[in-house]
């Protein structure tokens, strides 16, 4: 059995100060780091939202939008964004509390400017994978814990993600590693996770106690 935990945007831009902040976002932080301490895993990734100034996502490319109005992106109904986890930029770094010395891989995502990538492992359009699948196969994972932000979007479709391109790995949500942009996004997101057959945990059943 390979265990794998995978920590989802834990970024200066979804925490509170940050451009895109979700409300408690830097919560998850300490919940990280002691499920990385804890020894239960084999092997830890992070995926970095990691977006060119240009993005298509952000509001600001798309003239009289404002942030969070409802758009569209290549042919893609697409909620547009404040600018935010633009490339080389202290927005997009992990946040600085987040002990980076056991992450074995980043994967980053949202580089082309034309799609959106909530999910770790392709874009919203599912034409182009980000490779994230390849390596946890190649690595032998049997078991995958998901957790940070946001609930609603990254890790949602990173979660169904996972179910769908990882067949035979059992996938779980940490409940209490996560926080969301919308309070009802986030009850529809769960639903939408354990519909898949995603498992809802909180990080007590990984440490114990
Ligand atoms: C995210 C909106 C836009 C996320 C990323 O990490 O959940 N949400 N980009
Ligand atoms: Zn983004």
Redesign the pocket.
């Known amino acids: 059995m390979t265990k794998a935990l995978l920590l989802?945007?834990i970024q200066n831009g979804?925490c509170p100060g940050g451009n895109?902040p979700v409300a408690d976002g830097d919560k998850v932080v300490p919940v990280a780091n002691a499920l990385m301490k804890s020894g239960h895993y084999d092997l830890i990734v992070a995926s970095q939202?990691w977006h060119p100034a240009n993005h298509g996502?952000f509001a600001s490319q798309h003239p009289g939008a404002k942030p969070f109005d409802m758009g569209e992106l290549n042919g893609l109904p697409q909620v547009l964004?404040p600018d935010?986890c633009v490339q080389d930029t202290g927005d997009a770094e992990f946040h600085p509390g987040l002990d980076l010395t056991a992450i074995a891989h980043v994967q980053r995502k949202?580089e082309n400017p034309a799609v959106d990538s909530?999910s770790a492992f392709r874009d919203n359009d599912r034409a182009a994978l980000t490779g994230l699948a390849d390596y946890l196969k190649d690595k032998g994972v049997t078991e995958l814990d998901l957790m940070g932000?946001?609930t609603d979007?990254?890790?949602k479709f990173s979660a169904l993600d996972a179910v769908d391109m990882l067949p035979g790995v059992s996938v779980r949500f940490i409940e209490d590693g996560s926080r969301g942009?919308d309070p009802q996004g986030v009850e529809a997101a769960i639903e939408e996770m354990k519909s898949a057959g995603v498992a809802i945990i909180s990080s007590r059943d990984v440490l114990g106690g």
Do not use: E
């Open positions: 989802i945007d979804f895109l939202d996502s964004w935010h949202g909530y932000l946001a979007y990254c890790v942009i």
